[in-house]
RNA sequence: GCGGCUGUGGCGAAAUUGGCAGACGCGCCGGACUUAGAAUCCGGUGGGCAACCUUGCAGGUUCAAGUCCUGUCAGCCGCACCA
């Protein structure tokens, strides 16, 4: 078959048919498969593109043969940095490198064969797309979940601008690799803190990969405590978050974070050099280095005191960088004796180490960091872990001096950036008015062509006068824009819910239409993104529920993460590394069918691997056995030699519908390898069945129809041209996938392995409905078994019904 | 340091969830058809002459372990002074 004809023939077709348009009708049926969109940084589709939508793909044919209406969309999310730096290098303007990128890579979608909805596109970078993107914004602040602090953030001197938490990975861009530096900033964030809880006990309902819940889970970081308030000698007074507070007893000093106001402020006139001069040093070293859990503890004695509550002991206060200021309230107790890091600190400044936990089972070395006996604490002695925390607790809430506390690790989201290449914040910064939204009858705030987008450190939109000068909406007087743009991550946080009302000019999306299209039913794409995107979009979500513009908890039910491939050095595909494999010529020799179901058949498919091409010939040959098969038997006359129904029929008929019970459930559970390998076997016995002397057509055409059925999925512009050559009614895609008939998959005997003492000695077909005394009666008699237990006892006799029988001698 | 995942033939990989390890393929070997090759079709293929051995390694539970438990090694991923 000459593959490259046969597929823009059929993609023709298909386009002119609307075949793979939603159907409003049958919305009640939807089934919403999404694939996470692409970000068009290149212009070519490589492999991971590939390897993410092709079997996707087949999954949604199958979902959508099943008698769904399958909607699956496809876009690009097509702000961010990558375009803005290779503008920099090459002068071309982002907005023209994405466009061009965008059309390539439409084409090459569209050459895939996939069934997109290109109906329902959606490109972020586009006006009609984040003017309701700055529309998200404005809802956000209007519900107080967006507000503008200074704070210390991350910044990346590379790419001269701030990151969230989450684009800082081991202390570096993620995007560039430089070590972050932290600045004193005033920027925009959003409240996802306020949702932590919810974020968090949202995981149980979801249908994801436990690892990924459970990566959410640690990014967002409970934890359970107390909060213990000190007072200092001045009258000033402090809290400290701990976890542990059954070791109050222990704490020889306590620890400010060198952020901390009070620093300063306590910080006595003969230590106040050194004070400063230590905290200076600590705003220099970046994060990599304060972060590093082995780096030796630094830190400076204040010259001032502290009362502990509990037994009123005066304990000197330090300033040290091992304390954040951003977790907590920026400012530990010091127990030496019951933690690692407050040990390691007091041998070094010769602070006292006093034990007040027992080891229950042995003996106490210091330091003890685990659930012990209370010592050396007054009433509380003899009490255990948890119990000694709840009463320690309960007794603090009643001196006033603290209460039960619960922390999250999440921080709140940073979403400007410095950065030319996004969306324009859309708020106005009035002299008299202050901080002023751009009202909504006045979006989208547009994005200049014309700017200076050379990275300085500044706003390249702050330098574009037309922009920045406006008029306050409130007091019509003069004013200025926000320079700053969203991260790309806001745009990325709602496009699922622009798929299914894409078009609409009034609002971003109309609730009622959303309501019913959402949740995604299948989301499938790379685990990176796991604390990033799938996070904040989870968010978005909720905080537009509890607006009111939706009814739903979680905007997608169930995920899956495709593997990666990687080179075939078994490294990640990189220019450096100059091991990429594209997927082009692959494509241009076997057509996007067999390059597709190579992907699928070759690997596992959340597992990934090394690329190997080892197979794809395979794949190809099989397609072709199909089709030399389908071809033949097709010219088959029916009915005259039908025969009567015999031992060969009902062989052919159980690799039938095994072959469909099989692949069903491989497709339901992304197991498409297995899948592929099952449509083998069955081709195999239907080879099998053509090579005897008598044989049923009619039937035979029956299961060679189901064939086609069940290959249309994988291979879909191949089948649909068998199909048409069949004499099939287009489109093979609206007929109803094949159902297993579960009773021709009984069998009236089975066979049976047979062990003694666990060896396996013979295997026996057994009848069906034996009772074990029947089947030991049989074992015993056979004639390779017998000789094996004469003359001994038999101690035990198990059957696995099906299965096998174990002789225990 | 903490948490998670993975480890199976020469290779990619399966294994009904504790029940015949290696499905389906690649590769290799043999045969058929061919003047010959390609393509195709059929058969064989974990190791060992054998008894037997075999799922990273060492133990354990069980009639039975790739699967469960304990320890250990290697690789990958995530978090990393979060009090």
């Known amino acids: 078959m000459d593959m490259k004809t046969v597929e823009s023939k059929w993609q023709q077709r298909w386009e002119k048919t609307k075949e793979n348009c939603f159907n409003k009708k049958n919305a009640d049926k939807k089934f919403y498969v999404l694939e996470m969109f692409s970000y068009p940084s290149g212009a070519k589709l490589h492999i991971g593109h590939w390897y993410n939508y092709g079997p996707t793909d087949s999954y949604a044919r199958f979902k959508k043969m099943q008698g769904y209406e399958v909607f699956q969309p496809m876009g690009f999310d097509a702000f961010g940095l990558p375009a803005e730096n290779y503008a920099i290098k090459t002068k071309i303007h982002p907005k023209d490198s994405t466009e061009k990128n965008i059309a390539t890579m439409e084409q090459q979608l569209k050459a895939m064969g996939a069934m997109f909805d290109w109906s329902a596109e959606v490109k972020t970078c586009e006006e009609d797309y984040y003017k309701w993107t700055q529309w998200m914004f404005l809802k956000l602040f209007e519900n107080g979940l967006a507000y503008r602090k200074e704070a210390p953030v991350n910044w990346c001197p590379s790419c001269n601008t701030v990151l969230a938490n989450e684009q800082v990975v081991d202390g570096c861009c993620e995007r560039c690799g430089t070590p972050v530096i932290k600045k004193d900033l005033t920027q925009w964030f959003f409240k996802i803190t306020q949702y932590a809880e919810e974020l968090l006990q949202g995981l149980d309902k979801i249908d994801w990969p436990e690892k990924t819940k459970l990566m959410q889970r640690n990014w967002i970081g409970k934890s359970t405590g107390c909060e213990i308030e000190f007072e200092c000698e001045s009258g000033d007074k402090f809290k400290v978050f701990t976890t542990r507070c059954d070791t109050v007893f222990g704490v020889s000093y306590v620890v400010l974070a060198p952020e901390h106001p009070l620093v300063k402020k306590l910080a006595s006139e003969e230590q106040r050099e050194a004070v400063e001069k230590y905290v200076a040093e600590t705003a220099k070293t970046n994060e990599i280095e304060r972060l590093s859990s082995a780096r030796e503890k630094t830190g400076v004695f204040i010259g001032h005191y502290a009362i502990n509550p509990v037994n009123g002991e005066k304990v000197p206060i330090y300033a040290a960088d091992y304390v954040l200021y951003s977790y907590g309230t920026g ?298 098969f389908v071809l033949k038997v097709k010219d088959y006359k029916s009915a005259k030699d039908s025969v009567a129904a015999g031992a060969n029929e009902k062989d052919l008929n159980y690799a039938r519908n095994y072959a469909i019970r099989q692949i069903t459930r491989d497709l339901e559970s992304f197991s498409f390898n297995t899948a592929v390998a099952r449509l083998m076997e069955y081709v195999n016995a239907l080879y099998k069945y053509d090579g005897f002397a008598e044989k049923d057509n009619a039937f035979l055409k029956e299961c060679t129809r189901d064939l086609l059925l069940l290959l249309a999925p994988f291979a879909p512009h191949f089948t649909e041209e068998l199909w048409e050559q069949w004499g099939g009614k287009y489109s093979v895609f609206d007929h109803k996938y094949p159902v297993c008939d579960e009773s021709a998959l009984e069998r009236e005997e089975s066979e049976y392995a047979v062990q003694v003492n666990s060896k396996i000695k013979t295997k026996i077909m057994l009848a069906k409905g034996l009772s074990n005394d029947e089947i030991q009666a049989i074992v015993l008699a056979d004639e390779s078994i017998r000789p094996l237990i004469e003359g001994k006892v038999i101690r035990k006799f198990i059957v696995v019904p099906g299965r096998l029988v174990n002789i225990i001698l």
């Open 331 to 628: 400012a530990v107790m010091g127990v030496p004796a019951h933690d690692e890091r407050d040990f390691m600190f007091a041998k070094k400044y010769g602070l006292p180490v006093k034990k007040v936990i027992e080891n229950k089972n042995g003996e106490t070395v210091l330091p003890f960091c685990e659930d012990g006996i209370c010592v050396n604490s007054l009433q509380f002695d003899g009490r255990f872990g948890e119990d000694a925390r709840t009463e320690i607790t309960n007794y603090l809430t009643k001196l006033g001096k603290g209460q039960r506390k619960v922390n999250y690790r999440l921080r709140d989201w940073l979403v400007s950036r410095q950065r030319y290449w996004g969306a324009p914040i859309p708020v106005i910064h009035c002299p008299h008015c202050g901080i002023v939204p751009v009202p909504y009858k006045d979006l989208p705030v547009r994005l200049p062509y014309n700017v200076e987008f050379e990275p300085d450190g500044k706003s390249p939109l702050a330098k574009c006068d037309e922009f920045m000068h406006t008029k306050c909406p409130h007091c019509g007087g003069d004013a200025l824009r926000d320079p700053d743009t969203l991260d790309t991550f806001v745009c990325s946080s709602w496009y699922y819910l622009r798929y299914p009302d894409a078009h609409n000019t009034k609002m971003p999306f109309d609730p009622e239409i959303v309501n019913k299209m959402l949740p995604v039913d299948k989301y499938v794409g790379g685990a990176e993104h796991a604390c990033m995107h799938l996070l904040y979009a989870r968010f978005f979500t909720k905080a537009l529920r509890d607006m009111g513009y939706l009814n739903f908890d979680e905007p997608f039910q169930s995920l899956v993460h495709q593997g990666v491939i990687l080179g075939p050095d078994g490294n990640r595909m990189s220019k450096s590394k100059g091991n990429i494999v594209s997927p082009d010529e692959y494509v241009s020799t076997y057509g996007a069918d067999v390059f597709r179901m190579y992907l699928m058949f070759g690997f596992s498919y959340t597992e990934g691997g090394p690329w190997s091409d080892d197979g794809i010939k395979s794949v190809a040959k099989f397609l072709d056995r199909v089709e030399r």
